[in-house]
């Protein structure tokens, strides 16, 4: 059985990093064509994706957030990360990470999804 | 970026009742097409992938169908359960790019 689940800080101040972690089970991220993606949507809006990362390391990023982001991965903790760094209010939102589906590039759906955490940027 | 365009923004509909939600790609995405369906304070579900599968446990009143830059999600026979946001997700090239939904409500 896949499961994922997101841990986050709840809240933080603008211009801090957010540090987002998502631990899982069911599958391992050294496994062969396995890869897991993070997506946020702020309150009432839609979907937003923002990064994802490989079996192989091989990472893909939304150049939106230009150099902001940065997606890690600890198999042997069965975990994934993701960093955004200099944060402002713009980013309070619900990130969900999600495992993609294909296993090779291109094939970026998402059949598993997180419950979620909700990130507020406030001071 | 390749931009999805997604309509009707909103949607009322009869039990019993067919709906179509279209999604249009700035571009040829060649059926790399995934929907999902919403419900509120849940985490978005997989419904379609490559714009016509229907994935697994998904109920079949769900189809998609498409190519080249239009694409659409069929429910057939509405059901109060189907009450959601529905979006379209293009997986052709990065950055991986989400429609802006439809939500979707019973009459």
């Known amino acids: 059985q896949v499961t994922l689940k997101e841990s986050g800080p709840g809240i933080l101040q603008p211009s801090q990093t957010l540090s987002l972690t998502c631990t899982f089970s069911g599958f391992s991220l050294s496994t062969y064509g396995m890869g897991v993606g993070w997506i946020r949507q702020p309150s009432g809006k839609g979907l937003e994706w923002l990064a994802n990362i490989w079996w192989d390391d091989d990472k893909y990023y939304n150049p939106s957030l230009k150099n902001r982001l940065t997606i890690s991965k600890d198999t042997s903790n069965n975990q994934a990360f993701l960093k955004i760094t200099n944060v402002d209010t713009a980013d309070t939102a619900t990130y969900y990470c999600?495992?993609?589906?294909?296993?090779?590039?291109?094939?970026?759906?998402?059949?598993?999804w997180g419950q979620g955490t909700l990130v507020t940027v406030s001071s | 970026d390749i931009r999805m365009t997604q309509s009707p923004a909103s949607l009322s509909a009869s039990l019993g009742e067919t709906v179509n939600i279209e999604c249009l790609a700035s571009?040829?995405?060649?059926?790399?097409l995934a929907w999902y369906q919403q419900k509120p304070g849940k985490s978005p579900q997989l419904l379609i992938y490559?714009?016509?599968s229907l994935q697994n446990g998904v109920p079949s009143r769900f189809s998609g169908s498409g190519s080249g830059t239009q694409y659409s999600l069929k429910i057939n026979s509405l059901q109060s359960e189907d009450v959601a946001t529905y979006f379209c997700q293009q997986y052709n090239n990065y950055p991986l790019t989400f429609g802006s939904g439809t939500k979707l409500e019973i009459k």
């Open positions: 571009e040829d995405i060649y059926s790399d």
């Open positions: 999600a495992r993609i589906e294909g296993i090779i590039r291109g094939t970026d759906w998402f059949a598993y």
């Open positions: 490559n714009a016509n």
